[in-house]
């Protein structure tokens, strides 16, 4: 070899060339090389760690996973290994090739596979009670709750809509049964059930007119009140309770009598098992109309007394009446107030007024009576 080329062989630097030491020992070629890809699979929305093992990996440029970049994390500065985030792609095996300075390395393999979505967490329920007309606006917290459809015992929520994390539910309950039920939430990924679940509580009694709005303080008025959720109540005028009160089975009507009661508008109030109401415009007590006596039989009878009578009219219930100003005894009055019997009193031999008196008023029967 003449001392020319002897010299340029020595001045040729043996790291310039991909064919000098593929080892990557001191002095020798600096292509790069890849040994291995650690995970060899990963799902195909990309974004998990992976580690390349090789040499001469330094200062690289690009990896790519079937031609797609990956991101580079950190490079080992001997250049044995980097870390990178696996691209998204297709599901398959696809080539991992790693770019320096110096050359592209040979590559390695790595499968995409399909990762089914986590099935959906849920943490919490508010509010986590309501009535059993449902209508009940809720919010549901969790995590992987895209694409959910909510169960209340089996019967669906309706409205439901998720935010695009996939971590607040929002929906309005079912109607439902009183007492706790499940409450379930599905996802394509599976099923998870609410903690505590939901309980349903009878709503409150509403209460919403009275028929009619006024009548007679001496009570036995019959009433109708109108409204929802009345089952099991009671009513009270003022205070006083009603009687014969009887409730419909859809719990929409109910009926009853008024107690006595002052002139006056009254406050009503209806109750049930789950609260109470008042009953608006209340009720107004009106003065009873006075009596009305249009006759006495028989119109005469004994100076000892002890006669039994009947005094027909109108208006009479609650009435007491007199006979020249003392009081019969026994006296009753029939439901329509339309008919009085009792016992006359003892009197002297003639002719006395008979006095009917209600708390509307007093009236004399025509003609009075004559003791004999």
């Known amino acids: 070899m003449s001392a020319v080329v002897q010299q340029a062989a020595i001045a040729q630097p043996t790291d310039s060339w991909p064919g000098g030491d593929w080892g990557g020992g001191g002095g020798g070629s600096r292509y790069p090389r890849l040994f291995n890809v650690t995970p060899s699979q990963g799902p195909t929305t990309g974004g998990n760690t992976v ?3 090789g040499a001469n990996l330094q200062g690289a440029t690009l990896v790519t996973f079937g031609g797609t970049p990956a991101t580079i994390v ?22 991992v090739v790693v770019t ?14 399909v990762v089914p979505p ?9 509010p986590n009670t309501g009535p059993t007309t449902g209508g009940t606006a809720f919010a549901i917290t969790g995590t992987g709750l895209t694409g959910a459809t909510v169960t209340f015992n089996g019967l669906p929520a309706t409205g439901v809509s998720v935010n695009a994390a996939g971590t607040l539910l929002t929906g309005i309950t079912p109607p439902g049964t009183a007492g706790n039920v499940p409450v379930v939430v599905t996802t394509p ?13 009878a709503p409150p009694p509403v209460a919403t007119s009275i028929t009619p709005p006024s009548g007679s303080a001496t009570g036995g008025t019959a009433f109708v009140i109108s409204g929802t959720s009345l089952t099991g109540a009671s009513v009270t005028f003022n205070g006083v309770a009603a009687t014969g009160v ?11 009598f008024t107690p006595a009661g002052v002139v006056g508008n009254v406050p009503v109030v209806v109750t049930t098992p789950t609260g109470s109401t008042s ?6 007590y009106t003065a009873p109309p006075p009596p009305v006596a249009a006759s006495i039989t028989p119109a005469t009878g004994s100076t000892a007394g002890g006669t039994a009578f009947v005094i027909s009219g109108t208006s009479l219930t609650g009435a007491s009446v007199t006979f020249n100003g003392v009081p019969a005894t026994g006296v009753s009055v029939n439901a329509a107030g339309t008919s009085l019997v009792g016992f ?5 031999a003639g002719n006395v007024p008979v006095s009917v008196t209600t708390p509307g008023g007093s009236t004399l029967v025509p003609g009075g009576y004559t003791y004999v």
């Open 246 to 256: 009887s409730v419909n089975a859809a719990g929409t009507s109910l009926v009853g």
């Open 51 to 53: 580690q390349l093992s």
């Open 189 to 201: 990924a599976g099923s998870a059930t609410v903690p505590g679940g939901f309980t349903y509580t």
């Open 344 to 348: 006359t009193p003892a009197g002297a």
């Open 100 to 113: 320096t300075s110096w050359g592209t390395t040979s590559p390695v393999y790595y499968t995409y596979v």
């Open 279 to 284: 009953v608006p415009g209340g009720y107004t």
């Open 118 to 126: 986590p099935g959906p967490t849920v943490t919490a329920l508010v």
């Open 74 to 95: 950190s490079i080992d500065p001997y250049g044995n290994s980097i870390t990178v985030l696996a691209p998204a792609h297709a599901a398959g095996t696809v080539q």
